[in-house]
């Protein structure tokens, strides 16, 4: 749990569930929140006035200048995961959604978050290399720049776990399965 005088963040933040779990787990609310897109922003101003908000995208968003010198004691990012779904099938992928984990990896070497927590589809964990002629992921290199993303965690001190866990199972009406990883 983020102590006292802690910052908790939401990267990616929509329209607010994953705050609201935040404080309902924690007790208390998330004070930054940062979304590109200004209707998610809007709504998550809806359901968390108290908190400060970024209408950016997130690698614009300077991390040291956010916290102000105030330390994170909770990281949540939950990075657009349509380009790892099984549901996208077999159709071009964006390298740059792809790409969006590694603000994860921004905010660890410049702000050192004390906990980061990463949501995603299950399919995150095959995250690899897209092939430039095809603009798909390559089925050879599956898996590669997870392993790489999880090095760099590692390389700045921080002990990577990972689960594969369904909601139901934790008492909500959904059977889809989510990969949640933990950097502490």
Excluded: M
Excluded at 21 to 39: W, Y
Excluded at 98 to 108: D, F, H, N, T
């Amino acid at each position: 749990l983020p102590l006292a005088g802690e910052l908790v963040i939401d990267l990616f933040a929509g329209g607010g569930g994953a705050s609201t779990g935040i404080e309902q787990a924690i007790g208390r609310h998330v004070d930054i929140a940062v979304n590109h897109d200004p209707e998610a922003v809007s709504l998550h101003q809806a359901n968390h006035p108290q908190t400060l908000h970024y209408v950016s995208d997130v690698f614009e968003v300077d991390p040291v200048a956010v916290c102000a010198g105030r330390p994170v004691g909770l990281l949540w990012a939950s990075p657009d995961c349509k380009h790892f779904s099984k549901a996208k099938g077999g159709k071009p992928v964006s390298k740059k959604i792809r790409g969006l984990a590694w603000v994860v990896v921004k905010w660890a070497k410049l702000v050192r978050p004390r906990i980061i927590c990463l949501e995603n589809v299950e399919e995150f964990e095959g995250w690899g290399p897209v092939d430039s002629a095809t603009q798909r992921p390559c089925p050879k290199r599956k898996g590669q720049t997870f392993k790489a993303f999880v090095r760099k965690l590692r390389a700045y001190g921080y002990d990577v776990e990972w689960r594969r866990l369904r909601a139901c199972d934790f008492g909500a009406p959904t059977t889809r399965q989510r990969l949640f990883l933990i950097a502490r």
